[in-house]
């Protein structure tokens, strides 16, 4: 049995053949059961996302020409294209990388923003439209089982999720790294923009308890308002509304400062030197720099922001080299415990058929043992089933050790000694 | 006994690698050998204190040798409530390996002979009077060490360069919040540490102040810290200025600690390290 993996992902194909290849749940329920025969496609299981569509099977190893084929034409089906449309578009992994690409998907190292954390749900749910129509067997249950550990350990032990790589996050981020919490936090937003909604969201969900807005038309203030149930401040109050603010976000489309280094001074002294955070998303600037050399305030422009941004994913890349390394080790691991899966049958078989000699023996020079007692019956099976165990074990592990080592001639050679593939 | 000192140092070096490499790659599995080989080093030392209580027969904080132990022993005190109570991990892969090399010269340092001057086993008060003054520097230690967190950190917010520390080190005002209360717990053992000594003092040569060094140094520590604790709580003093504070004062405890051993004076007694 081969692993077998083949998709489109954004690196491959454009937003136009990607969409005409996305399934539902149901179109993908219903594409595996057509998929999945039994003969040739054993397993298989299709992961669907904005930005890869993968179909991922367990094909009989004799029929792997044919079955790959299968699954590429499957996709130009789904799509409504002729046969061989997409061949430039698709990647396609056989096994050992079969499994890679997987573990790598889920750990989010091949996202187009590497460490966001929805394609591991996204992966779950594929696996659970498989599971529900039947086409999810040992071999993909093992294998989606090991990637979520994996997914899991590369979360963990890596730092690839751990910096916000986006301007609207960026407030939560430096916020977090000037108060240990955000709860209780008091957010001020001047000027009622959708990038200024957004960062404001993310502090709210961040623990921020409380939000004011202030802007020149009050009305749009009211709207946002409603929205976040935050409270609106009169423009001309900004500087009281200062005072209580820890993080402000600045977006309006003024063409002057809206905040002066001197106001900045003032609230810092009626704040009793608590820190502020402010942050200035808007072009041309709306908090005269000057504001930064305040002590215990800390400004930061859209340009800073955009600088963390790459230092964030200079860190994420950092991260994922050592992800790398994770499902590295991971897919070898996985690769082994497959191979002592298809010696496990094996090994039984041949203690089966030994011991069914010895029986057979047994059965055949009864009678000239005369009469024996139970005991005498029973010591005599004992002797002989142990006797075939302990001459069979080192067979045994030769075939588990041939299996490890990946010297599949040696494995077969053994199971042909014993006759065991009838 | 010296080799129940050796394992300890071994459990405090391999807290201090372990504490570094979570430090710079952040990993939590690294980061818990770190927590669980200072926890395992600390019961160690604890008993390694206790024995040579036995053995020798008086609190063992007098020599040169059990001064340096004991007050390894007291920054892995303050350091493990430190990291329960605020998960400042970044302190540790600085203050393990000082421990360390503490705990390493308390192992090379003279033994000393095994009885120390009856005068000063004796009464209590001065046992007291040190274990206090060193759980003190243990306290204004973490000061210091958040004061330089703190600066390193403030300066990475303002300048915008946000390099490999910024990513480490914990927020600013969990910081401002430790050394705030390190230095309260500081001070307050410290002003007790001072009384005991003035007490004992009095009762064995009838007089409170002495004049030397160690004395002069101490005073001037107490009042820096208490100038920080002030304004911090009256003033409202956070930031830049009550870090470089917190700096200071720790270079008047350094003197306080090693600096009398060089200008001499009354608390100096041959080969016994004065607190």
Same mark, same amino acid.
């Given at each position: ?35 999945? &025969? ?12 904005? !930005? ?11 029929? /792997? ?20 449309? /997409? ?15 997987l573990f790598r998907v889920a750990s989010s190292l091949d996202s187009m923003v590497v460490g966001e954390p929805q394609v591991l749900g996204q992966v779950r749910h594929a696996y659970s439209v498989a599971v529900e129509a039947g086409t999810a067997g040992r071999i993909l249950n093992r ?89 609106t401040v009169p423009f001309d109050q900004l500087d009281h509304a200062l005072t209580e603010a820890d993080v402000v976000i600045c977006s309006t489309g003024a063409p002057t400062y809206v905040l002066t280094e001197g106001q900045a001074r003032r609230s810092l002294g009626r704040r009793r ?13 709306? +908090? ?14 859209? &340009? ?16 994922? #080299? ?7 080790? #991971? ?15 094996? +090994? ?7 011991? #069914?000699?010895?029986?057979? #023996? ?21 002797? /002989?089933?142990?006797? +075939? ?5 080192? +067979?045994? !592990? ?25 | ?8 140092? $071994? ?25 669980? @080989? ?41 350091? $493990? ?11 540790? $892969?600085?203050?393990?390996? =000082? ?18 001057? $009856? ?12 274990? =206090?003054?060193?759980f003190a520097y243990a306290a204004f230690f973490i000061v210091f060490m958040a004061s330089v967190m703190y600066l390193l950190q403030e300066r990475e917010l303002k300048l915008k360069t946000f390099s490999a520390i910024f990513y480490r080190l914990p927020p600013l005002t969990t910081i ?66 009550? @870090? ?28 016994? =390290?004065?607190?």
């Amino acid at each position: 049995m081969s692993i077998i993996l083949v998709g489109v992902n954004h690196k491959t194909a454009p937003v136009e053949i990607r969409e005409r290849l996305a399934f539902s749940d149901e179109a993908c329920a219903d594409g595996l059961r057509r998929l999945v &025969d039994g003969e040739i496609v054993r397993e298989g299981l299709i992961v669907s996302t904005c !930005n890869r569509v993968e179909i991922l099977s367990a094909i009989t190893a004799e029929q /792997l020409e044919s079955g790959t084929g299968r699954l590429a034409e499957f996709l130009d089906a789904t799509a409504r294209l002729p046969t061989g449309f /997409l061949i430039n578009h698709l990647y396609q992994h056989t096994d050992e990388e079969a499994v890679r690409h997987l573990f790598r998907v889920a750990s989010s190292l091949d996202s187009m923003v590497v460490g966001e954390p929805q394609v591991l749900g996204q992966v779950r749910h594929a696996y659970s439209v498989a599971v529900e129509a039947g086409t999810a067997g040992r071999i993909l249950n093992r294998l989606v089982h090991h990637t979520f550990r994996v997914a899991k350990r590369v979360r963990n032990e890596t730092g690839i999720a751990a910096n916000a790589v986006s301007i609207s996050y960026m407030a939560v981020e430096l916020g977090k790294k000037i108060f240990d919490s955000l709860k209780g936090c008091t957010v001020l937003l001047v000027g009622a923009g959708e990038m200024a909604e957004l960062s404001a969201r993310h502090l709210v969900n961040a623990g921020a308890s409380r939000v004011l807005i202030t802007n020149r038309t009050e009305e749009t203030a009211r709207q946002l308002a409603a929205e976040f149930g935050a409270v609106t401040v009169p423009f001309d109050q900004l500087d009281h509304a200062l005072t209580e603010a820890d993080v402000v976000i600045c977006s309006t489309g003024a063409p002057t400062y809206v905040l002066t280094e001197g106001q900045a001074r003032r609230s810092l002294g009626r704040r009793r030197n608590r820190p502020t955070c402010f942050i200035d998303i808007s072009v041309p600037r709306n +908090i005269e720099p000057a504001v930064g050399k305040v002590p215990n305030v800390f400004l930061f422009d859209i &340009d800073d922001l955009e600088s963390v941004i790459t230092s964030n994913i200079r860190e994420r890349e950092r991260e994922a #080299e050592r992800a790398e390394l994770i499902v590295q080790s #991971e897919v070898m691991q996985f690769q082994q415990s497959l191979r002592l899966m298809d010696v496990g049958p094996s +090994i039984g078989a041949l203690r089966e058929k030994m011991q #069914e000699v010895a029986r057979a #023996e047994l059965v055949r020079q009864r009678k000239r043992l005369g009469v024996l007692t139970e005991e005498q019956e029973a010591a005599i099976e004992a002797l /002989l089933v142990s006797t +075939i165990n302990k001459i069979s074990h080192p +067979i045994m !592990n030769q075939m588990r050790r041939f299996y490890e080592t990946t010297e599949p001639d040696a494995a077969q050679s053994s199971k042909d000694i014993f006759e065991l593939d009838e | 006994m010296r080799s129940l000192l050796a394992t300890v140092l $071994a459990a405090y070096l391999i807290a201090a690698i372990h504490s570094i490499l979570a430090f710079i790659n952040k990993r939590r599995s690294v980061q818990r050998v770190a927590e669980w @080989a200072t926890v395992t080093g600390f019961v160690l030392h604890t008993g390694a204190l206790v024995v040579d209580w036995m053995i020798d027969g008086h609190y063992p904080l007098f020599f040169l040798r059990e001064t340096l132990s004991f007050l390894a022993w007291a920054l892995v005190a303050v350091y $493990a409530l430190v990291l329960y109570r605020y998960r400042a991990q970044a302190v540790g $892969a600085f203050t393990m390996p =000082l421990i360390s090399v503490l705990v390493f010269f308390a192992l090379l340092a003279n033994p000393g002979p095994s009885d120390a001057p $009856a005068a000063f086993s004796a009464t209590r008060l001065f046992p007291i009077h040190t274990t =206090l003054v060193i759980f003190a520097y243990a306290a204004f230690f973490i000061v210091f060490m958040a004061s330089v967190m703190y600066l390193l950190q403030e300066r990475e917010l303002k300048l915008k360069t946000f390099s490999a520390i910024f990513y480490r080190l914990p927020p600013l005002t969990t910081i401002n919040e430790l050394a705030t209360s390190a230095a309260v717990v500081g001070l307050t053992l410290l002003t007790l540490g001072i009384a005991t000594g003035m007490i004992w003092s009095w009762n064995r040569y009838g007089r409170f102040w002495h004049n030397d060094p160690k004395e002069i140094f101490a005073a001037l520590t107490w009042l820096v810290y208490l100038v920080l604790i002030i304004y911090r709580s009256t003033a409202d003093w956070r930031g830049r200025r009550a @870090a470089w504070l917190g700096v200071l004062g720790f270079a008047l405890v350094l003197c306080t600690l090693f600096g009398t051993r060089l200008l001499g004076g009354y608390h100096k007694f041959g080969l016994f =390290l004065g607190i």
